[in-house]
């Protein structure tokens, strides 16, 4: 279910509009990343993705509510996971107690794919046994 936003000229979306798309949505919705091309070059700014910043308390509170995502570490895709303390702009300076996480979904290249379903079938027999 996709909703046609109002976008301003500067391409942003009022709070309101925000909120009443928020309040709109049934939970939960499937999780369907696009999975970032592998081998993929430049900037993954415009691909699936989520950023998490603020005190280790709250990235853990929401990443909690993301455990789906955990799914998408398998043979076939992997998670891309950029988790760091926060430096400030105007210092240069990390900000202590301060961090930042970003997770994207990754496609795996073919060889690592394909041995990764050869182990899952060895390790299936092995554990049938």
Request: net charge positive; glycine share 8%.
């Amino acid at each position: 279910m996709k909703k046609q936003l109002e976008l301003s000229l500067s391409g942003g979306v009022s709070k309101e509009q925000a909120l009443e798309l928020w309040r709109g949505l049934k939970t939960p919705l499937p999780l369907k990343p696009e999975p970032i091309a592998y081998k993929h070059k430049g900037t993954t700014i415009d691909e699936d993705g989520i950023r998490i910043c603020g005190s280790m308390e709250f990235i853990q509170a929401v990443m909690s509510r993301l455990t789906d995502l955990l799914d998408f570490e398998s043979g076939r895709t992997r998670l891309g996971i950029s988790f760091s303390e926060i430096t400030c702009k105007e210092s240069g300076r990390r900000m202590k107690g301060r961090y930042r996480c970003a997770i994207q979904v990754h496609q795996r290249g073919e060889q690592a794919a394909a041995m990764n379903a050869m182990f899952s079938k060895i390790q299936s027999r092995v554990k049938a046994k």
